[in-house]
Nanobody, 125 residues
């Protein structure tokens, strides 16, 4: 059973940066894509970024493209989301998710098998 735990969220001023981490524990598959999603109060959960099992095929939502970068370290079973030039509209709970169903990545939440509990990111103006 794989468990995911996000960390690195917090408070930051607009224009600032944060790096989120997602650590996997337990038994993991050799090939699984990782995705980042976020959900703001009153809004639907949305795709933010994805990365394939081998660290390739990075994929980003248009709203974060050029500002966010996803990476992974399989030896440490950890994925990261570097968030730069943060905007108040980036405020949300951020979730990481793993997919063995779609090891090269997906934007649809239903393609992901395991989810973390989320970490709060708040961007002030």
């Amino acid at each position: 059973q794989v468990q995911l735990v996000e960390s690195g969220g917090g408070l930051v001023q607009a224009g600032g940066s944060l790096r989120l981490s997602c650590a996997a524990s337990g038994r993991t598959a050799s090939r699984y894509a990782m995705g980042w999603f976020r959900q703001a109060p009153g809004k639907e959960r949305e795709f933010v970024a994805g990365i394939a099992w081998n660290g390739g095929w990075p994929d980003y939502a248009d709203s974060v493209k050029g500002r966010f970068t996803a990476a992974r370290d399989n030896s440490e079973k950890t994925v990261y989301l570097q968030m730069n030039s943060l905007k108040p509209e980036d405020t949300a709970v951020y979730y990481c998710a793993a997919s063995v169903r779609s090891p090269f990545g997906a934007r649809e939440s239903l393609e992901y098998d395991t989810w973390g509990q989320g970490t709060q990111v708040t961007v002030s103006s």
